[in-house]
């Protein structure tokens, strides 16, 4: 098992920043990736970005490219988001989420956090 806890989430306003966190404790040497979700009010949700844990790849969806980073700390069993130029319509919780096996980066994520809440003022 993989235990994931998210934190960094917060108030800010349109075009602040956010640094979001996500440990990992438990089997770790499982994971092949770790993603970043989010969930806005009344609507599905929706992959953000991806990052395999090994080969640092990252991956995003069309709506944060250029804005958002992944990153990961090996080390210290964390992966980031660093959101910059934060909109209100980032306003969600955003959840992190493990895979274990050679998933696309949409889907098939064994493990998740509690998620943070993030909300954007205008």
């Known amino acids: 098992q993989v235990q994931l806890v998210e934190s960094g989430g917060g108030l800010v306003q349109a075009g602040d920043s956010l640094r979001l966190s996500c440990a990992a404790s438990?089997?770790?040497?499982?994971?092949?990736?770790m993603g970043w979700f989010r969930q806005a009010p009344g609507k599905e949700r929706e992959f953000v970005a991806r990052?395999?844990?090994?080969?640092?790849?990252?991956y995003y969806t069309d709506s944060v490219k250029g804005r958002f980073t992944i990153s990961r700390d090996n080390a210290k069993n964390t992966v980031y988001l660093q959101m910059n130029s934060l909109k209100p319509e980032d306003t969600a919780v955003y959840y992190c989420?493990?895979?274990?096996?050679?998933?696309?980066?949409?889907?098939?994520?064994?493990?998740w956090g509690q998620g943070t809440q993030v909300t954007v003022s205008s």
């Open positions: 989420a493990g895979q274990t096996g050679t998933y696309s980066a949409y889907g098939n994520y064994d493990y």
């Open positions: 438990g089997r770790t040497g499982s994971i092949y990736a």
């Open positions: 990052i395999t844990w090994r080969e640092n790849i990252p």
